[in-house]
């Protein structure tokens, strides 16, 4: 008797373990599909920033949000075509 007790209370464990595991993912996907929020400061060049070859990308002047077109992050500064400043790369804002 003693012994199917126990082998009760640890199905019902193992029943609680499973519900507990669903919830965590049933919120992990919520939490995926959550949009990203927006924040005012435009987003940086970064290291991981990549350019298309041909299409290239769109970076703005921090300086005079002048576009500028590059079509590769091979640089560590370069120089702004409006105001001619010259600015480090992780400086460059991005287009969201
Ligand atoms: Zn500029």
């Known amino acids: ?21 669903l919830e965590k993912k049933a919120l992990e996907d919520k939490l995926m599909e959550m949009p990203e929020l927006e924040d005012a400061d435009p987003e940086k060049v970064n290291k991981y920033t990549r350019a ?14 002048t576009l500028n077109r590059v079509y590769h992050f091979t640089w560590s500064a370069i120089t702004c075509g409006g105001c001619k400043g010259m600015v480090d790369k992780t400086d460059w804002n991005l287009t969201k």
Do not use: H
């Open 1 to 21: 008797m003693k012994n199917r007790e126990f082998m009760e209370y640890l199905e019902r464990k193992e029943l609680e373990k499973g519900v507990e595991a």
């Open 52 to 65: 298309s070859k041909y299409d290239g990308k769109a970076i703005y002047c921090p300086k005079c949000n």
